[in-house]
Antibody, heavy 120, light 111 residues
Framework: QVQLQESGPGLVKPSGTLSLTCAVS?????????WSWVRQPPGKGLEWIGE???????NYNPSLKSRVTISVDKSKNQFSLKLSSVTAADTAVYYC?????????????WGQGTLVTVSS | QTVVTQEPSFSVSPGGTVTLTCGLS?????????PSWYQQTPGQAPRTLIY???TRSSGVPDRFSGSILGNKAALTITGAQADDESDYYC???????????FGGGTKLTVL
């Protein structure tokens, strides 16, 4: 069973870049899945950020597209999120997830999440 | 931008049946949106309950079911239990560009 684990700084300064990595274990990142990032501000709902395929193809939330980069590192079996020009509004728990794709659309396997706070 | 709508809150009595819905600010939800449902308790990651309209994820009790009711997707809990008290989120697939859009979530109280 695949497991996902987020890692990265828990505190980022305003106007800086948020960088997170999701390590995938129990399965290959080169399998036929999309690999997603989802965030949840404190006390609020879920927001899909974007996704990457092992080939490097990406899709992003239009509202974040200008600031987001999601990439994959097949050699390390992990994928990453970069969000630039952050503000306090980007403070959230960030989840990485595997989207089973066309085989099972909407079936997400979730990481445990990591809280990132944007503050000086 | 299209908004995915959910009831902000709902309550159900233990043993009762409740149906939560997932709609669109404009238009009808159909199976082509692959509606999916997630359960989240405080401090925990979401858990996939239902995907692709009506397929239960592995290990999910059969008292959770998904469907299309009228112009919305629906999650029905039959025989509600105390530990069903959670936040429930739906998500819809909007196609290339927007891909997945979550609803605002429904806080379910069992009392």
């Amino acid at each position: 069973q695949v497991q996902l684990q987020e890692s990265g700084p828990g505190l980022v300064k305003p106007s800086g870049t948020l960088s997170l990595t999701c390590a995938v274990s129990g399965g290959s990142i080169s399998s036929s899945n999309w690999w997603s990032w989802v965030r949840q501000p404190p006390g609020k709902g879920l927001e899909w950020i974007g996704e990457v395929y092992y080939s490097g193809s990406t899709n992003y939330n239009p509202s974040l597209k200008s600031r987001v980069t999601i990439s994959v590192d097949k050699s390390k079996n992990q994928f990453s999120l970069k969000l630039s020009s952050v503000t306090a509004a980007d403070t959230a728990v960030y989840y990485c997830a595997r989207d089973a794709g066309t085989a099972a659309p909407g079936r997400f396997d979730w990481g445990q999440g990591t809280l990132v706070t944007v503050s000086s | 931008q299209t908004v995915v709508t959910q009831e902000p809150s709902f309550s159900v009595s233990p043993g009762g049946t409740v149906t939560l819905t997932c709609g669109l600010s404009s238009g009808s939800v159909s199976t082509t949106y692959y509606p999916s449902w997630y359960q989240q308790t405080p401090g925990q990651a979401p858990r996939t309950l239902i995907y692709n309209t009506d397929t239960r994820s592995s290990g999910v009790p059969d008292r959770f079911s998904g469907s299309i009711l009228g112009n919305k997707a629906a999650l029905t809990i039959t025989g509600a239990q105390a530990d069903d008290e959670s936040d429930y989120y739906c998500v819809l697939y909007m196609g290339s560009g927007s891909n997945w859009v979550f609803g605002g979530g429904t806080k379910l109280t069992v009392l």
